[in-house]
């Protein structure tokens, strides 16, 4: 919503940070936990596109190029509302005063963009039924830690991280919001060898997107001249997203996210991970990960 919207329902914002419960042994907000039979139930429909990630993954980005390309290129429809509207954030709840989700989803015309940070076993089984289109971005354990690090300081809603130490522990031992990375990387690798499943790695779309985007377009069944292509490669570089209030959530009730701690964009780079890492964090992690990462094809590039 904009920051207008936002302020017009004057909602006194918990400045607390949100509960943890779990639904089947992950972590989630404990008001996703207590309206789970309802996120379970959601009715997805044939044309739905879902965007699936583990939260910091490249959510934000991949969705600024699915609705540019959505819109043909059209940078002033893509400005009608910030990236929470225009994409129902399907099982998340922000306030109870406020729609949640699969509301959201549910009052949206189709055929909708949806996104979710669910992993893959506790999509709702009407995603599988109605055959949907799904893009998973994957990225690199890493980088994805220490933007969720930095995401949950900037967030007051979040679980408090504690120290980078502290929060790198519970995020190798899955014990973070929406549970495991390696579970959540590795469950959808799987599936999508059985649905229609665009699996992407935000290391490759940050390498050429110009490439990635076209493996989008290809998925979408959308054929865009170059020269709109040329804009989307342009619109939904960092620099350009990091100063666009509709994309860089600065119109998010300034209660919640807090971008003087950390600004939403934050870096958007491959390897900034070498910056938090201390050379005993990065042998232990390293071990740890050849474990949970042993009998899988699906690897990662932590530089470029
Ligand atoms: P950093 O914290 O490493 O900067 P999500 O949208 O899934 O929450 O992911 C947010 C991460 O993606 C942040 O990472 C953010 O800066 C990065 N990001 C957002 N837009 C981007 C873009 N256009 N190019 C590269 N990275 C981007």
């Not at 509301?103 to 893959?120: G, M, W, Y």
């Not at 991280?161 to 495991?180: D, I, N, R």
């Not at 599936?191 to 992407?200: C, G, M, P, V």
């Not at 958007?268 to 990960?289: I, L, M, P, S």
Request: proline fraction near 5%; include cysteine.
């Amino acid at each position: 919503m904009s920051a207008e919207k936002f302020e017009a329902i004057k909602i006194d914002w918990e400045v607390t940070r949100y509960e943890v419960a779990e639904v089947e042994g992950i972590p989630f907000t404990k008001k996703i936990c207590d309206k789970w039979d309802k996120i379970w139930a959601f009715q997805a429909k044939p044309d739905d596109l879902l965007i699936s990630t583990y939260a910091k993954a490249g959510t934000t980005w991949t969705q600024e190029i699915v609705d540019m390309i959505q819109h043909d290129g059209d940078i002033e429809k893509c400005k009608r509302a910030s990236t929470y509207e225009r994409h129902p954030f399907i099982e998340w709840i922000l306030h109870e005063r406020l729609p949640p989700g699969w509301e959201q989803a549910e009052a949206a015309p189709s055929p909708r963009t949806l996104k979710t940070h669910l992993p893959v076993q506790l999509i709702p089984p009407s995603f599988w039924e109605q055959n949907c289109k799904i893009i998973y971005v994957a990225r690199n354990a890493k980088d994805n830690a220490v933007s969720y690090y930095h995401f949950h300081r900037m967030n007051q809603i979040m679980p408090e991280p504690g120290t980078w130490e502290e929060f790198l522990e519970k995020y190798m031992a899955g014990e973070v919001l929406w549970g495991s990375w390696y579970d959540h990387v590795k469950g959808w690798w799987k599936a999508k060898d059985n649905h229609r499943i665009l699996y992407l790695f935000y290391e490759d779309l940050k390498e050429n997107p110009r490439r990635e985007i076209q493996k989008i377009l290809q998925f979408l069944e959308k054929d865009l001249e170059k020269e709109i292509l040329d804009k989307i490669i342009h619109h939904t570089q960092f620099e350009i997203m990091k100063d666009n209030p509709m994309a860089n959530y600065t119109a998010f009730p300034s209660e919640i996210m807090n971008h003087k701690i950390s600004p939403f964009m934050r870096k958007g780079a491959v390897g900034d991970w070498k910056n938090y890492f201390t050379v005993a964090q990065n042998e232990r992690f390293n071990d740890d990960y050849k474990k949970k990462m042993a009998g899988t094809s699906l690897t990662f590039r932590m530089e470029l």
